[in-house]
């Protein structure tokens, strides 16, 4: 096994690195006059984030500079519509297009990237890493602007877009899809069309990028409902266990949720084995495909026993009317004029009553059920596998982002962290379902008619975090810890 001090070559450490994941910037603002409204956005907190960045630069280098790092989705081109006003896209092939959707974003939020700019100015150090919702970041017209609205130097920014992860010594960061199945980014794709569009060259489609399924999923799917509900994207639709609950509050849109499913286990394929190597070096063709229903009961089992999959299946199929149809290449070509939001299914006369639904609704819930998300201390196994597996290389210090959720897990004499994030969040009050069957299911019935308002505060959270590492002159860590923001309080 290759050590990672043959990785490395020789280094000026700074005296401080500070990491932050997930800000999502991006998404239309409310208009002015309307400032209880989320807009369009799932970040909401970007005053606060200027806030931190400014006292990074103040506070964070005495002696030496300090770094900082933005451990990928910084923004978020998901979070915007096309040119024509009527849907979203997975991933924006056009540079220059996209490059013109940055400087929008860029103005929307100035106060972040001015706030960036003065820290690059102050002597700091500036790291991007790319995410899976900011993969147009790559292509060379955007990173252009980037450049040009942070007045770079090329010195002291840095910005890893290649699928590298960030190593300082024996620190390594990385934002973390690559162990999740939805999200992995083709980075040869990716890397296929930024070196043909750098030659004004056509490529041909099966050479092209192709956005993660997750992607596809939210520009198809996810960001018709949050037209008319702010709140679901906070509901973390990368993760496979939110299928469930999808489709029974909108059992009819089955079919189509079900073909972005495919996508996502086509997805799987380019993800890594239990060696932590790519599974296939090439593009994978999908075929033999199971029925809706018993793809369906495979994910469901993952989560619950058999006869709660049972139980689940019947009410969705007794809820859904006849199917919509249609190909994923349609899917993808439809937009809000056409597909109308899913949710409504829960809030307005459908086939069946909200009362008949609730129970599935109820199950649907408690396979979500994971009581351990918020606890710092516990980390799934999906992300904790490859970082005990990056701690026994060599590393002491593993930082992922991705999750939306802080972690500090203590590994041997090293420590897995993960950033959190800087987006909103929801947190299900999961002690609610805890309750009688009969009481929960009255809960269940307030809590829809909560989602039919728009009443998201109840249930929101904001936890700006980030990891501080310190280091000698040497490299070595002296300490390394995950740390909640808040005004008035010390950094460091």
Known sequence: MKSIATLNLPQIFPHRIFVISDLHLGGEHPPSHQTALRGFRICTQTALLATFIRRVTQEGGTLRPCEL?????????????????LQWQPFITEGERAAKQLSLMIERDRIVFDALKDLLAAGHRLTILLGNHDAELSLLPVRQVLERELETDGKRFRFIFDGEAYVVGSIIIEHGNRYDGWNVVDYDGLRRTRSAQSRGEDLAQERAFLPPAGSIMVATVMNQIKEQFPFVDLLKPENEATLPLLLTLAPQYREHLMKVMKLAIRAQRHSLNSNGQPRYAGDITAHGWESTEVQLAHLLTAHVSDPEVSEFMELINRAAPPTLGGTEDEIASKGVVDYMSLFPIITTATSTPLASRLPALLTALFTLRDERSFDRSQED????????????????????????????????????????????????????????????LEWLSGFANHMERGEIKPYLLHMPTYVRIELDSGGTVLHADIHDFAEGQPIV
């Open 69 to 85: 790092v933005i451990n990928g989705d910084f923004v978020d081109f998901l979070a915007e519509k096309s040119d024509d006003n």
């Open 381 to 440: 196994e999906q992300y904790l596998e490859p970082a005990r597996k990056l701690i026994n290389r060599g590393f002491k210090v593993v930082v992922f982002g991705h999750t939306h959720l802080a972690k500090k897990v203590e590994i041997g004499e090293s420590i897995y962290l993960n950033s959190g994030a800087w987006a909103d969040l929801i947190r299900f009050p999961y002690d609610q379902l805890g309750q009688e069957r009969e009481h929960a």
